[in-house]
């Protein structure tokens, strides 16, 4: 009974975004990893030199795309 996460849960949603944003932009993206032999980052950054920022792959996220988007109705002309 003295180790039931119920008791020992201290994170609240706010402490929790906090710690995953560290974890993921300053922990996880600093560490070398395996596969890439770099950090994200490094390596994220060196893509970004060698190729350039693809603009013509960013989304802007406007009306026209919202409507594109859309899910589309039924017969009876009602989304859920």
Same mark, same amino acid.
């Given at each position: ?27 996880? !993206?600093?560490?070398?990893?395996? =596969? ?6 490094? &390596?994220?950054? /060196? ?14 996220? !406007?009306?026209?795309?919202?409507? =594109? ?6 017969? &009876?002309?009602? /989304?859920?």
């Amino acid at each position: 009974g003295s180790h039931l996460p119920k008791k020992l849960a201290e994170w609240t949603l706010h402490d929790l975004y906090y710690g995953i944003q560290h974890w993921a932009f300053e922990f996880y !993206d600093e560490q070398e990893h395996p =596969a890439l032999g770099d950090s994200p980052r490094a &390596t994220f950054v /060196r893509g970004l030199r060698e190729n350039g920022s693809r603009e013509q792959r960013r989304i802007t996220f !406007d009306r026209d795309f919202l409507i =594109a988007t859309c899910p589309p109705v039924d017969r &009876t002309g009602m /989304r859920q």
